[in-house]
C-alpha cells in the first residue's frame, strides 16, 4: 500500500462548481499535512497547511480525519484558473520528509 | 521578496557529460532539499542538508552528489548524466526538519530546472 493515495482523475468540472478531493495516507502516526497545487511544468506551490481538523482559506477548505486517515480539499465556485494537479503531502513519521501523492488532475472548463 | 532561485531553468547535457545544478535562498531556512521529478509522476527527494548536515536517500544514484557551502546556496552534480536522468529538478527549503507539527516543515519550491539529455 502506498504511504499516499490519491484518485488521479480528472476531474472534469464546469466553473462555478464545487469539487473535492480525497486522499488517504497509511500511517496513523502522521504529524504534518499539506495541499500543493502544481500547474504544468511549474514547480509544485504551497496551497494549505492543515492543521488540527482543517481550515479554510477563501474558496479552499482542507479538512483532517485522523480516525479514518484521511485528508480532503474542496474547492468552491471553481475558477478556470484552478485547473492543475493538486498534491497531497504527508510528512513521514519521525521526520521532516514529505510524502508526495501522485496528485489529482482538476480540469475547470467553461 | 524572499525565495528559491534556480539556475539555470533549462539545462542541455550530452549522455555522460557532468552538469551542475545551481539553487540559491533567501529565505535564511535551515534545510535545503533536491528532488527528481518525472512526468506524471511525484516528486521524489534525492537529498537534503540540514545546515551543513548532508542526509541522502537509500535509494539515490552514487551519479548524484551534491554540496552546500554555505546557507544559502546548494548543488546538485550529475556526474555522468544517462539518459533516464532526463527530468525537472527541483530545489526546496524548508525553516526546520523534525516531527511535529507547524510550519516548520512547510517546504518551499523552487521554479526548476528542465534537464534534456542528448
Known amino acids: 500500500r502506498k504511504e499516499v493515495e490519491q484518485d488521479p482523475g480528472p476531474f472534469n468540472v464546469p466553473e462555478g462548481a464545487t469539487v473535492a478531493f480525497n486522499c488517504t495516507y497509511s500511517?496513523?502516526?502522521?504529524?504534518?499535512f499539506f495541499w500543493y497545487r502544481q500547474d504544468c511544468r511549474k514547480e509544485p506551490k504551497l496551497l494549505m497547511s492543515?492543521?488540527?481538523s482543517g481550515n479554510e482559506d477563501g474558496r479552499f477548505t482542507a479538512q483532517l480525519n485522523r480516525a479514518s486517515q484521511y485528508i480532503s480539499l474542496l474547492i468552491r465556485d471553481s475558477k478556470l484558473s484552478d485547473s492543475a494537479t493538486y498534491l497531497c503531502v504527508v510528512n513521514r513519521v519521525n521526520t521532516g520528509k514529505l510524502i508526495f501523492g501522485q496528485g489529482t488532475t482538476l480540469q475547470v472548463k467553461p | 521578496d524572499a525565495m528559491v532561485i534556480q539556475n539555470p531553468r533549462y539545462q542541455v547535457t550530452q549522455f555522460g557529460k557532468p552538469v551542475t545544478l545551481s539553487c540559491s535562498q533567501t529565505l535564511n531556512h535551515n534545510v535545503m532539499y533536491w528532488y527528481q521529478q518525472k512526468s506524471s509522476q511525484a516528486p521524489k527527494l534525492l537529498f537534503h542538508?540540514?545546515?551543513?548536515?548532508f542526509n541522502n536517500e537509500a535509494d539515490t544514484p552514487d551519479n548524484f552528489q551534491s554540496r552546500r557551502p554555505n546557507t544559502s546556496f546548494c548543488f546538485l552534480d550529475i556526474r555522468s548524466p544517462g539518459l533516464g536522468d532526463a527530468a525537472m529538478y527541483l530545489c526546496?527549503?524548508?525553516?526546520?526538519w523534525g516531527e511535529g507539527t507547524g510550519a516548520k516543515n512547510e517546504q518551499f519550491f523552487g521554479p526548476g530546472t528542465r534537464l534534456t539529455v542528448l
Open positions: 542538508y540540514y545546515d551543513k548536515d
Open positions: 526546496a527549503t524548508s525553516r526546520d
Open positions: 492543515v492543521y488540527s
Open positions: 500511517n496513523s502516526a502522521s504529524q504534518s
